[in-house]
C-alpha cells in the first residue's frame, strides 16, 4: 500500500512500488487530498484540493481543473474509470467533474441538491456511473450506480465519515 502526505510525498509499503513524488519533483504543494492506484498496480495519480492533478508510474494525466482555468479549493476525491484512460473528481459540495474517458453522469448542484459535506466518490466496475458519500453517511447514486441504503435513511445520526469504497 501506499501513504501520501498534504504535500505529495508518497510512501511506498510491501510489494506497492514507489514511482514518485511531488517533493522529488521539486513541487511544492500541501493540498493533495487523495491518492489513486491505477488498476495494473505500477502507478497512481494525486490529486488536490485545486482539482490539480499529478501522474506517476503508468498513471496518465487526462486534464485537470486548473488546466481548464476552474478556480476551486473544495476537490476532495477521485476515482479512476475502469479502463485507467479516465477520472472523476468530486468536490465537498457534489460537483463532479470527468476527464478522459470518464463519462459525467450527474451531480448534486446540477440536481438542485445544496450540501457541503461530500467526502468522496466511488466508480461503479462498469465505469458507467458512481457514488458520492457525505460525511453524514449520506449515499448519492448517478448513472448504473445503484441506490441500497444510507445512514440517515436508517435513522443513523453520524458526522464523520470521511470516504467510501465500492466492491
Same mark, same amino acid.
Given at each position: %500500500?501506499?501513504?501520501?502526505?498534504?504535500?505529495?510525498? @508518497?510512501?511506498?509499503?510491501?510489494?506497492?512500488?514507489?514511482?514518485?513524488?511531488?517533493?522529488?519533483?521539486?513541487?511544492?504543494? &500541501?493540498?493533495?487530498?487523495?491518492? @489513486?492506484?491505477?488498476?495494473?498496480?505500477?502507478? %497512481?495519480?494525486?490529486?488536490?484540493?485545486?482539482?490539480?492533478?499529478?501522474?506517476?508510474?503508468?498513471? $496518465?494525466? /487526462?486534464?485537470?481543473?486548473?488546466?481548464?482555468?476552474?478556480?476551486? /479549493?473544495?476537490?476532495?476525491?477521485?476515482?479512476?474509470?475502469?479502463?485507467?484512460?479516465?477520472?472523476?473528481?468530486?468536490?465537498?459540495?457534489?460537483?463532479?467533474?470527468?476527464?478522459?474517458?470518464? $463519462?459525467?453522469?450527474?451531480? $448534486?448542484?446540477?440536481?438542485?441538491? /445544496?450540501?457541503? &459535506?461530500?467526502?468522496?466518490?466511488?466508480?461503479?466496475?462498469?465505469?458507467?456511473? %458512481?457514488? $458520492?458519500?457525505?460525511?453524514?453517511?449520506?449515499?448519492?447514486?448517478?448513472?448504473?450506480?445503484?441506490?441500497?441504503?444510507?445512514?440517515?435513511?436508517?435513522?443513523?445520526?453520524? &458526522?464523520?465519515?470521511?470516504?467510501?469504497?465500492?466492491?
Amino acid at each position: %500500500y501506499w501513504l501520501v502526505g498534504s504535500d505529495g510525498g @508518497v510512501f511506498a509499503f510491501g510489494d506497492a512500488s514507489f514511482h514518485g513524488s511531488l517533493p522529488a519533483l521539486g513541487v511544492h504543494v &500541501n493540498d493533495i487530498v487523495a491518492i @489513486v492506484p491505477t488498476s495494473t498496480g505500477k502507478g %497512481y495519480w494525486l490529486v488536490g484540493s485545486d482539482g490539480g492533478v499529478f501522474a506517476f508510474g503508468d498513471a $496518465l494525466f /487526462h486534464g485537470s481543473l486548473p488546466g481548464l482555468g476552474a478556480h476551486v /479549493h473544495n476537490i476532495v476525491g477521485m476515482a479512476s474509470s475502469p479502463t485507467g484512460n479516465g477520472y472523476w473528481l468530486v468536490g465537498s459540495d457534489g460537483g463532479v467533474f470527468a476527464f478522459g474517458d470518464a $463519462l459525467f453522469h450527474g451531480s $448534486l448542484p446540477g440536481l438542485g441538491a /445544496h450540501v457541503s &459535506n461530500v467526502v468522496g466518490i466511488s466508480a461503479t466496475p462498469s465505469g458507467k456511473g %458512481y457514488w $458520492l458519500a457525505g460525511a453524514d453517511g449520506g449515499v448519492f447514486n448517478f448513472g448504473d450506480a445503484t441506490f441500497d441504503k444510507s445512514l440517515p435513511g436508517l435513522g443513523v445520526t453520524v &458526522n464523520n465519515i470521511i470516504g467510501l469504497a465500492s466492491t
